[in-house]
C-alpha cells in the first residue's frame, strides 16, 4: 500500500512531469488553448503510458540494453498508431484539432522518460501504476491550463458559454505569449503549494 501511494502522489503531486518535471512542454504550450484539448491530449497520452510501461516491463529481460530506446520508440509508436485510428474514427473533431501534436506523443519526453527510468526497471504492476498516474497528473494539468485559458479568452468552457465573450475577454490568453505567462503562473503556483508540503512532512518525519 505504501508502494502504491508513493507511485500515486509521485506521478499526481510530487513528480508531476508537466510542472514539477515540466516535461511534454511544446503541447501543454500549443494545445491548452480549450479544455477539451488538454483532456484530449492527456487521456491519450495516459492510454500510451500506460500501454507501453507494461509492454516495455514484460519484455526488459529480453530487449538488449543496446538498443532499448529504439524499442521503446517501436514500442511507443504502436500504441500511438491505435489512438489515431481510433480518435479519428470516433472523435474527427478532436484529432483535427490536435493536429501534429498527436502523432508527436511517439517522442513526448514523459512516455520516453518513463520507460527508461521505470518500466524498464520495474514490475508490471508498479509501472502499470506509474503510467495512469503519470498520465492523469499530466491531463490534470494540461486540463486545468486550457480551462483557465479557455475561460478568460472566450468566456467558455469545454465550449459552454459561461458569459457573452463580446462583454468581457482577453484574448492576450488565447495566444502564444498567453500559454507561455499561464504556464509561468502554473508552475510557480502548483510548486509553491508542493514544497510547503514538502516541508511539512519532513518536519513530521523529523519528529
Known sequence: MGKLKKIASDGLIFSNPTLRLVLG????????????????????????????????????????????????????ATFVTVVKLVMDKFLPDLYSSLGVYLPL??????ILGRAESFAFKNPVFDSALDGLFM???????????????????????????IWNANSFSIGFFGSSAGAFLTYGLFIAIFNYVVNKIQKKLAKKEAK
Open 25 to 76: 512542454t511544446c503541447p501543454t504550450l500549443a494545445l491548452t488553448t480549450a479544455a477539451s484539448n488538454g483532456i484530449g491530449m492527456g487521456l491519450a497520452v495516459t492510454f500510451v503510458l500506460i500501454c507501453s510501461n507494461v509492454l516495455i516491463s514484460l519484455l526488459k529481460n529480453v530487449i538488449p540494453n543496446t538498443v532499448r530506446i529504439p524499442a521503446f520508440i517501436l514500442i511507443i
Open 135 to 161: 498520465g492523469l497528473g499530466f491531463t490534470g494539468a494540461m486540463t486545468l491550463m486550457g480551462a483557465v485559458r479557455e475561460i478568460l479568452s472566450n468566456g467558455s468552457i469545454f465550449d459552454i458559454s
Open 105 to 110: 506523443i511517439v517522442v513526448n519526453c514523459i
